[in-house]
T-cell receptor, first 115, second 109 residues
Protein backbone atom coordinates (compact mmCIF):
# COMPACT_ATOMS: atom_id res chain seq x y z
CA UNK A 1 0.00 0.00 0.00
CA UNK A 2 1.37 3.41 -0.94
CA UNK A 3 2.26 5.78 1.82
CA UNK A 4 1.62 9.51 1.91
CA UNK A 5 2.91 11.16 -1.22
CA UNK A 6 3.82 14.81 -1.68
CA UNK A 7 4.72 16.89 -4.69
CA UNK A 8 6.94 18.47 -5.68
CA UNK A 9 9.90 17.18 -3.69
CA UNK A 10 11.86 20.41 -4.05
CA UNK A 11 10.90 23.91 -5.07
CA UNK A 12 12.69 27.22 -5.47
CA UNK A 13 10.68 30.46 -5.47
CA UNK A 14 11.42 34.15 -5.10
CA UNK A 15 10.01 36.53 -2.54
CA UNK A 16 6.46 37.63 -3.26
CA UNK A 17 5.57 34.60 -5.34
CA UNK A 18 2.86 32.07 -4.63
CA UNK A 19 3.34 28.34 -4.11
CA UNK A 20 1.01 25.32 -4.08
CA UNK A 21 2.07 22.08 -2.45
CA UNK A 22 0.16 18.83 -2.91
CA UNK A 23 -0.44 15.80 -0.74
CA UNK A 24 -2.13 12.45 -1.27
CA UNK A 25 -3.03 10.55 1.91
CA UNK A 26 -2.87 6.86 2.56
CA UNK A 27 -5.87 5.09 1.06
CA UNK A 28 -8.70 5.08 3.58
CA UNK A 29 -7.36 8.02 5.58
CA UNK A 30 -9.75 10.94 5.60
CA UNK A 31 -7.76 13.41 7.69
CA UNK A 32 -4.78 15.39 6.44
CA UNK A 33 -2.50 17.67 8.44
CA UNK A 34 0.18 20.08 7.27
CA UNK A 35 3.36 21.01 9.15
CA UNK A 36 6.24 23.40 8.57
CA UNK A 37 9.72 22.42 9.70
CA UNK A 38 12.51 24.97 9.61
CA UNK A 39 16.08 23.86 10.02
CA UNK A 40 16.93 22.74 13.52
CA UNK A 41 13.36 22.81 14.81
CA UNK A 42 10.58 20.27 15.20
CA UNK A 43 7.62 20.36 12.82
CA UNK A 44 5.08 23.09 13.53
CA UNK A 45 1.39 22.44 12.96
CA UNK A 46 -0.26 24.54 10.23
CA UNK A 47 -3.63 22.96 9.40
CA UNK A 48 -5.71 19.85 9.84
CA UNK A 49 -8.53 18.91 7.48
CA UNK A 50 -11.16 16.23 7.76
CA UNK A 51 -13.89 15.59 5.22
CA UNK A 52 -12.98 18.83 3.43
CA UNK A 53 -13.50 20.88 6.57
CA UNK A 54 -10.78 22.72 8.46
CA UNK A 55 -10.53 21.08 11.84
CA UNK A 56 -7.61 22.95 13.30
CA UNK A 57 -5.25 25.78 12.51
CA UNK A 58 -1.88 26.64 13.94
CA UNK A 59 -0.35 30.03 14.54
CA UNK A 60 0.35 30.95 10.93
CA UNK A 61 -0.61 34.10 8.99
CA UNK A 62 -3.47 34.27 6.53
CA UNK A 63 -0.98 33.95 3.69
CA UNK A 64 -1.20 30.23 4.43
CA UNK A 65 -4.32 28.44 3.28
CA UNK A 66 -5.28 24.89 2.47
CA UNK A 67 -8.09 22.80 1.18
CA UNK A 68 -9.06 19.16 0.97
CA UNK A 69 -10.69 17.55 -2.03
CA UNK A 70 -13.42 14.88 -2.24
CA UNK A 71 -10.75 12.21 -2.76
CA UNK A 72 -9.13 13.42 0.51
CA UNK A 73 -6.02 14.78 -1.18
CA UNK A 74 -5.00 18.24 -0.08
CA UNK A 75 -3.25 21.39 -1.21
CA UNK A 76 -1.33 23.91 0.87
CA UNK A 77 -1.09 27.38 -0.61
CA UNK A 78 1.27 30.11 0.52
CA UNK A 79 0.95 33.63 -0.90
CA UNK A 80 3.42 36.50 -0.90
CA UNK A 81 6.34 34.28 0.00
CA UNK A 82 8.92 35.54 2.50
CA UNK A 83 12.47 34.35 3.00
CA UNK A 84 11.34 32.90 6.34
CA UNK A 85 8.93 30.55 4.57
CA UNK A 86 11.92 28.49 3.46
CA UNK A 87 11.34 25.15 5.16
CA UNK A 88 10.40 21.51 4.78
CA UNK A 89 6.63 21.22 4.44
CA UNK A 90 5.25 17.96 5.70
CA UNK A 91 1.90 16.39 5.10
CA UNK A 92 0.49 13.66 7.34
CA UNK A 93 -2.61 11.54 7.06
CA UNK A 94 -4.55 9.75 9.76
CA UNK A 95 -7.77 8.03 10.58
CA UNK A 96 -9.97 10.54 12.35
CA UNK A 97 -11.46 10.04 15.77
CA UNK A 98 -10.14 11.03 19.15
CA UNK A 99 -6.68 9.96 20.12
CA UNK A 100 -6.42 7.79 17.03
CA UNK A 101 -5.87 10.99 15.06
CA UNK A 102 -2.59 11.33 16.92
CA UNK A 103 -1.26 8.39 14.94
CA UNK A 104 -0.22 10.24 11.83
CA UNK A 105 1.70 8.98 8.84
CA UNK A 106 4.01 11.52 7.31
CA UNK A 107 5.08 11.99 3.74
CA UNK A 108 8.66 12.77 2.72
CA UNK A 109 7.95 16.49 2.57
CA UNK A 110 8.45 19.29 0.06
CA UNK A 111 11.57 21.34 0.55
CA UNK A 112 10.84 24.97 -0.30
CA UNK A 113 13.58 27.52 -0.76
CA UNK A 114 12.60 31.18 -1.07
CA UNK A 115 15.24 33.47 -2.55
CA UNK B 1 -1.47 21.59 25.70
CA UNK B 2 0.86 19.88 28.15
CA UNK B 3 4.51 20.67 27.55
CA UNK B 4 7.22 18.03 27.38
CA UNK B 5 10.88 18.17 28.37
CA UNK B 6 13.47 15.91 26.78
CA UNK B 7 17.28 15.83 26.88
CA UNK B 8 18.83 17.47 23.86
CA UNK B 9 20.98 14.48 22.98
CA UNK B 10 21.90 10.96 24.05
CA UNK B 11 24.35 8.30 22.95
CA UNK B 12 23.86 4.56 22.92
CA UNK B 13 26.06 1.64 21.92
CA UNK B 14 24.83 -0.56 19.11
CA UNK B 15 23.03 -3.63 20.44
CA UNK B 16 22.31 -2.07 23.80
CA UNK B 17 18.96 -0.77 25.01
CA UNK B 18 18.28 2.91 24.43
CA UNK B 19 16.18 4.54 27.15
CA UNK B 20 14.82 7.96 26.18
CA UNK B 21 13.18 9.94 29.00
CA UNK B 22 10.44 12.52 28.74
CA UNK B 23 8.92 14.72 31.38
CA UNK B 24 5.29 15.83 31.01
CA UNK B 25 4.36 16.94 34.50
CA UNK B 26 1.33 19.02 33.41
CA UNK B 27 -0.37 16.21 31.52
CA UNK B 28 -4.13 15.90 32.00
CA UNK B 29 -5.90 12.67 32.84
CA UNK B 30 -7.22 11.98 29.36
CA UNK B 31 -4.19 13.08 27.34
CA UNK B 32 -2.15 10.50 25.48
CA UNK B 33 1.64 10.38 25.19
CA UNK B 34 2.94 9.84 21.68
CA UNK B 35 6.44 9.14 20.45
CA UNK B 36 7.70 9.85 16.96
CA UNK B 37 11.15 9.82 15.45
CA UNK B 38 12.67 11.60 12.50
CA UNK B 39 15.61 10.24 10.64
CA UNK B 40 17.62 12.91 8.87
CA UNK B 41 15.82 14.48 5.91
CA UNK B 42 12.79 12.20 6.21
CA UNK B 43 9.28 12.78 7.52
CA UNK B 44 8.57 11.85 11.16
CA UNK B 45 7.66 8.24 11.86
CA UNK B 46 5.10 7.15 14.44
CA UNK B 47 6.54 4.80 17.05
CA UNK B 48 4.09 4.19 19.88
CA UNK B 49 1.55 5.85 22.14
CA UNK B 50 -0.05 5.23 25.53
CA UNK B 51 -2.36 6.60 28.19
CA UNK B 52 -1.65 4.90 31.49
CA UNK B 53 -0.45 1.36 30.92
CA UNK B 54 2.89 0.34 29.54
CA UNK B 55 2.77 -0.43 25.85
CA UNK B 56 4.93 -2.53 23.56
CA UNK B 57 5.00 -3.01 19.82
CA UNK B 58 7.48 -4.29 17.28
CA UNK B 59 9.50 -1.08 17.43
CA UNK B 60 9.66 -0.11 21.07
CA UNK B 61 8.25 -0.16 24.58
CA UNK B 62 6.68 2.78 26.37
CA UNK B 63 6.84 2.97 30.13
CA UNK B 64 4.58 5.58 31.75
CA UNK B 65 4.99 6.33 35.45
CA UNK B 66 2.02 5.77 37.72
CA UNK B 67 1.51 9.51 38.22
CA UNK B 68 1.83 9.95 34.41
CA UNK B 69 4.23 12.85 34.84
CA UNK B 70 6.99 11.16 32.89
CA UNK B 71 7.59 8.36 30.45
CA UNK B 72 10.47 6.43 28.91
CA UNK B 73 10.75 5.10 25.40
CA UNK B 74 12.83 1.94 25.22
CA UNK B 75 14.48 0.64 22.08
CA UNK B 76 15.53 -2.81 23.28
CA UNK B 77 18.42 -3.45 20.89
CA UNK B 78 19.48 -0.22 19.22
CA UNK B 79 20.97 -0.36 15.73
CA UNK B 80 22.77 2.28 13.71
CA UNK B 81 19.52 2.85 11.80
CA UNK B 82 17.88 4.01 15.04
CA UNK B 83 19.99 7.18 14.99
CA UNK B 84 17.35 9.90 14.78
CA UNK B 85 15.62 12.73 16.61
CA UNK B 86 12.99 11.31 18.97
CA UNK B 87 9.98 13.41 19.86
CA UNK B 88 7.79 12.94 22.90
CA UNK B 89 4.38 14.58 22.41
CA UNK B 90 1.31 14.96 24.57
CA UNK B 91 -1.78 14.92 22.37
CA UNK B 92 -3.92 17.87 23.37
CA UNK B 93 -7.69 18.10 23.44
CA UNK B 94 -7.63 19.56 19.92
CA UNK B 95 -5.87 16.38 18.72
CA UNK B 96 -3.00 18.24 17.09
CA UNK B 97 0.61 17.14 17.47
CA UNK B 98 2.88 19.77 19.00
CA UNK B 99 6.51 18.87 18.35
CA UNK B 100 9.32 20.21 20.51
CA UNK B 101 13.00 19.92 19.66
CA UNK B 102 13.22 16.27 20.68
CA UNK B 103 16.23 14.17 21.64
CA UNK B 104 18.94 13.39 19.12
CA UNK B 105 19.82 9.76 19.74
CA UNK B 106 23.14 8.70 18.27
CA UNK B 107 23.79 4.97 18.15
CA UNK B 108 27.50 4.26 18.03
CA UNK B 109 29.14 1.12 16.59
Amino acid sequence: DAGVTQSPTHLIKTRGQHVTLRCSPISGHKSVSWYQQVLGQGPQFIFQYYEKEERGRGNFPDRFSARQFPNYSSELNVNALLLGDSALYLCASSLPGGHISGTQYFGPGTRLLVL
Amino acid sequence: DAKTTQPTSMDCAEGRAANLPCNHSTISGNEYVYWYRQIHSQGPQYIIHGLKNNETNEMASLIITEDRKSSTLILPHATLRDTAVYYCIVLGSNYKLTFGKGTLLTVNP
